[in-house]
């Protein structure tokens, strides 16, 4: 499997996946802790970390994720998808148990391509892209659309506006 075709297949598991862990009928977040169970994550911690994340494989065979405590909800939220991304990525790949630690190194020793693509399918689970398109287009245009859209899928307003742009490029501008 080509880089291509990897990123492809990565990011359809990430929506599927997401979509199985059911959005909440009142409301646009997933359930994160839902989707880690489904993925193989035993547990969820906050820890002191020097980074935003940390995903170790435990005894059990499973994994255990830190995000760094003190860290806003949205960036912890994004953390945990984003290591969720890599398991899911694992999956897609399918490398033996002792090289999935240093998919990253081991495929990639020049670029981050690897962790870009989990930032990608972190996105997609936060907010599926045809979701978050048939909310926006169900909502009046105007300044307070993003800002509403953050709370709803309690992801930063850049995460937003990223999307945003992509989805509508035409539809927005920069003001001064």
């Known amino acids: 499997m ?5 990123k492809e297949a990565a990011l359809e598991v990430a929506t599927n996946v997401a979509a199985e862990a059911s959005y ?8 994160l802790y839902r989707l880690a169970k489904l993925v193989g994550v035993d547990h ?16 059990a065979g499973n994994y255990d994720l830190f995000v760094k405590r003190g860290d806003p909800v949205t960036r912890q939220r994004f953390s945990l998808a984003h290591e969720i991304g890599h398991v899911l990525l694992n999956s897609v790949v399918e490398l033996p148990a002792q090289q999935w630690s ?7 020793p020049h670029e981050d391509r690897i962790e870009k693509l989990c930032d990608q399918m972190a ?4 907010m599926p892209a045809p979701v978050f398109e048939n ?15 953050t709370k709803g899928y309690s992801v930063s307003l850049d995460a937003a506006s990223r999307l945003f742009l992509h989805l509508f490029p035409g539809k927005a501008a920069l003001v001064r």
Do not use: C, H, Y
């Open 2 to 6: 080509n880089w291509e075709e990897t």
């Open 24 to 31: 909440r009928p009142n409301g646009l977040r997933v359930n």
């Open 44 to 59: 969820i911690f906050e820890a002191e970390l020097t980074t935003p994340a940390l995903l170790l494989k435990n005894s």
């Open 102 to 108: 240093r998919l990253a190194f081991a495929q990639d």
């Open 123 to 126: 996105a997609e689970i936060l």
């Open 135 to 149: 909310w926006m287009g169900e909502r009046e245009w105007s300044a307070f659309a993003l800002p509403e859209a």
